[in-house]
């Protein structure tokens, strides 16, 4: 029986649940396995009307260090590896529990998009945050969905572009993080949020969500479909494959021309 790569703990608080990615030694990275534990998690925590906020956190060095480019590197897994990752972000994003993601480390790619569908994000003060798509041949379409509704345009433009690596003070500044604490802190500081939201009403607050959501011109729901072309295209074209084959081997990319 394979390890499980996703824990979720009912038992600690009645009325919160806490998940963890548990993959540590890969930096908690996006396999097929982890989001569908993943979802499946979400979705009992959703379901669970004893259940008010939900706490996503990652064991080891890193929250999460995006898309598992191992298995991203066989395109036979391209079609069920996106529509999962579209999957989890749709049920943490209309969850109508209170989401907190409590991040620390690495946070790259689709792991961006993990804590960019929850409600809040606390982050440790030794995070980091990247959106490497485009050095690898791909797009952060789903990731980008998410976080559209977060940054100003200009902002997000320098990110996915450029790919660089953010702090996480300069994160909150950008609206990207509600608040960095000490790394001995974040469990606390997120237990602490959590104890705060539990004092509203909670059927009011599921409407808030979605009252939310609808403010949009497009709900999260129709954005993730619509970025899902994107992202699948990316997925499929040579550029990706150089990309991931260059990461792997440690090498620089050779890009060809621009295709009109």
Known sequence: MSQRLVELDTATDAATATITLNRADKRNALSIQLLDELLAAVTSASADLTRRVLILSGNGPAFCAGLDLKEAADPSNNERS????????????????????????????????????????????????????VRRGLVAALVTTLVHRQVPDRTLRELVFLGQTITANQAMSIGLVNRVVPLHQLQMEANGLASHVLQGAPNAIARTKRLLD???????????????????????????????????????????????
Not at 89 to 118: D, E, F, R, W
């Open 82 to 133: 996106a529509r999962a990752l579209a999957d989890v972000y749709k049920a943490i994003a209309q969850s109508p529990l209170v989401t907190i993601a409590a991040v620390h480390g690495a946070v790259m790619g689709g792991g961006i998009g993990l804590m960019a569908a929850c409600d809040f994000v606390l982050a440790a003060d030794d995070t980091s945050i990247a959106f490497p798509e």
């Open 214 to 260: 609808g403010l949009f011109p497009h709900p999260i729901s129709a954005g993730l479909d619509y970025a899902l072309q994107y992202h699948l295209q990316a997925r499929d074209d040579a550029e990706s494959a150089e990309g991931i084959a260059a990461f792997l081997a440690r090498r620089p990319p050779v890009w060809g021309p621009r295709r009109a």
